[in-house]
T-cell receptor, first 112, second 111 residues
């Protein structure tokens, strides 16, 4: 069964802590994305990657970092520099940048 | 700067009614437009993708239209069912990795 998995479903962050959100896909897609969703707002792009070992900042990259060491995996780290991290985080992938994006189930990040 | 607006923010209809969801965008230079469905606390599911050269796409009870010149798209849902209750988002791709999402319309279909 092809798809995108994200873990954990819920994540709690303490003050000053870095946390990492996992995203894995077995769709053989080259392009992968991270979005942030806040209530009443559209999705905003954090980072994207077109190929392994290459990634680019999106509209709201400050306080976040990513890596793309494998085609299947695109983890997102929320660093302590991100002062308002509470949100719903969505990972997506596509064959080409402008083609249909397939989304994972999301991770909800809460601050303790 | 491309902006995508969806009005209304929420809509409640009785079961069986045909309905239209609206999406407007400010810049007609788009590559494609996509409609997604999102259930509470879940990821997005792609419903329909319309290329810039197309006027409409259909899938089952769903029909999406695109009018680039006026910056509008509509999603028509025929014979609505309680299972259609969800948030519907439209997204405009302006080329490459740049996709702009609307905030969505939350639909509630009453049994």
């Amino acid at each position: 069964d092809g798809g995108i998995t994200q873990s954990p479903k819920y994540l709690f962050r303490k003050e000053g802590q870095n946390v990492t959100l996992s995203c894995e896909q077995n769709l053989n897609h080259d392009a992968m994305y991270w979005y942030r969703q806040d209530p009443g707002q559209g999705l905003r792009l954090i980072y994207y990657s077109q190929i392994v070992n290459d990634f680019q900042k999106g509209d709201i990259a400050e306080g976040y970092s990513v890596s793309r060491e494998k085609k299947e995996s695109f983890p997102l780290t929320v660093t302590s520099a991100q002062k308002n991290p509470t949100a719903f985080y969505l990972c997506a992938s596509s064959t080409e940048p402008q083609e249909t994006q397939y989304f994972g189930p999301g991770t909800r990040l809460l601050v303790l | 700067k491309q902006e995508v607006t969806q009005i209304p923010a929420a809509l409640s209809v009785p079961e069986g009614e045909n309905l239209v969801l609206n999406c407007s965008f400010t810049d007609s230079a788009i590559y494609n437009l996509q409609w997604f469905r999102q259930d509470p606390g879940k990821g997005l599911t792609s419903l329909l993708l319309i290329q810039s050269s197309q006027r409409e796409q259909t899938s089952g009870r769903l029909n999406a239209s695109l009018d680039k010149s006026s910056g509008r798209s509509t999603l028509y849902i025929a014979a609505s069912q309680p299972g259609d209750s969800a948030t519907y988002l439209c997204a405009v791709n302006t080329g490459g990795f740049k996709t702009i999402f609307g905030a969505g319309t939350r639909l509630f279909v009453k049994a």
